[in-house]
């Protein structure tokens, strides 16, 4: 029975990576801002088989909270996690993006600072620890500043370059990273968008993400085809990438 | 986006709505919010014909709502969100030795389109439908009210949403009753079936002894042989679940079939050999999966009707009418010559169901299908329609897309009662139609244009 923590356990990709590890019969610690959708999700998690579900509500962007919820999940968990997964983040709504400043400062928030802060936190416990495994959700659309939306593609590319030096920063000490790059996910983060062939279903993600966690895999584009597409887009002259409408 | 139309198909691909689909994840969230459309609860669209679609107006998806809220295992209670399809119920439950009561043709469906279409299975003579075990649900409706709805706490609306169409509101959660079994296996036999009459005495002396019973009907089969076939019988079996063995790999129909692939020539043939093989067939072990959901096996196979779909059909027919009138219906498919290979004959035994608008009563119900090919298939569709009014039958909106008003208010006495309950935001294809009269024309039927697929 491994020791699973999931920040942001609202999210559609944490929510669905979580039954499969209820279905391994897994301990779940649950962090989510809203106590009425947290509690639906844990209730599910217990019917699935979880060997223990804790639910714990906390905004993560109020830094303050983060020591004191590392602490609960390990009391509860009975320990420093084998898992811990990170999948909060935002989209945003590029026109509001565009123009205000406070919503790209926003926006950073969710996806970049907390993130930072509290795998910082959860470094140095699993470094004491000597082992386990941080898995972080982050994007392709870190790859490449889109017109489309800038200040999602900074924030995802910040988390990614970070995810990366705590990877080699941790890997002398048994900790591993795990770097996860989602394509396009039908999710309610989504649910704005028309559907075509390239989106994949949160499921099939979340099949990716534990694969990878029990393969020890450094870095993975879910589903497996966006490492071809990035590797195209990343070979894109600026000046013909610029001109791109997308 | 939302505000842009998608082109929907039940899975009779006849009729073609356009409407917005919003996809619904979380069941404190108040689903009519902001609507200025019309609305229909939607689950996985496996309804025939268009009572699951809405033309012009606003799907709201439950499939987002799959969550497990309680499940006891001593006493067999599971309380689950509306979308959650039979087939999860059954992953989640069978291995710990509990299974629905009832369980329909198709797993792929969802709990709430169960309830709101009220659906039945082979064994009901002994269970009734599937709304039978529903203990109770909560019911959103567009005031931004909801309500628990049982047979204790207010049984109108309790009644009104179980085989209510979707048009009392949408279920959120529901509470459901699973029956114990020792195994997964069903003990089948199969008996040969060489005209109606046999039906009719199998079937009485089957229904009292076996929990499920249904027959195949070789709907090509004319003069004396009208009602050729083979019964199935079974019981659930003691055999516990072996290891599971290698998956059976999913086979699918990867695209649509051209519309002369099912002709007389080809359903003759399957017909014939599958009425040898199975009416000598020795009583064996079935998984439930074989035995309940055949044709689940094979992903998409309402492709191998083509592009126009199939028109389904189906009955019941009051016991003292139903020897003559089944003959008729049944002669009437064979001298046609149209039927397909998908015909199924059952006794339904005389347990009430619980919804104002359920399909299932005491009767013999007969479920047919047809590869749609434009008038002469409505023709003929209509004229089943008549026989089957005039022995005082009833028809099941979930398998159609052809009745008139009048025959759906025949066949629903307590339809003034439902429509006291029906929420003023809901409303449907197959509801206009059939309250308001606008019936497809048999001049409608042209191959579907097809539209613009929506992609980004």
Redesign the interface.
Known sequence: MKRVLVLGATS?IAEATARLHAERGDALFLVARNA??LS??A??LA??GAGRVEAFVADLNDLSHHAELLDAAEAALGGPPDVALLAYGTLGTPVLLDRDPDAAVELLNTNLVSPVALLTLVASRLERAGRGTIVGISSVAGERGRGGNAVYGASKAGFTAFLSGLRARLWRAGVHVLTVKPGLVDT?MT????K??LFAPAGAVAQGIVAAVDRQADVVYLPWFWRAVMFAVRALPERIFKQLRF | MEEQLRRLESWGRYPVAHSEVRDLHWRDADPFARLTQHALPYGLGRSYGDSCLDDGGVLLATRGLDRFLSFDATTGVLRCEAGVSLEEVIALTLPRGWLPRVLPGTKHVTVGGAIANDVHGKNHHRAGTFGAHVRALELVRSDGSRRVCSREQRPELFAATVGGLGLTGLVTWAELQLRRVEGPFIAVEAVDVPDLDHFFQLSAESDARFEYTVAWVDCLARGRRVGRGVFFRGDHSATPAGEPGPRRGRRTVPFDLPAAALNRLTVSAFNFVYYRRNRRRRPREEHLDRFFFPLDGVERWNRIYGQRGLLQFQCVIPPAAAPEAIRDLLARVASAGQGSSLAVLKTFGDLPSPGLLSFPRKGVTLALDFANRGPRTFELVRQLYAVARQAGGAFYPAKDAVMSPEDFAASYPRLAELERHLDPACSSSFWRRVRQGHPYQASLPLPPTPAPEVTP
């Open positions: 559609a009425a959708r639906a999700v209730d599910d019917v699935r309610p649910a704005h968008m028309v075509g062939r």
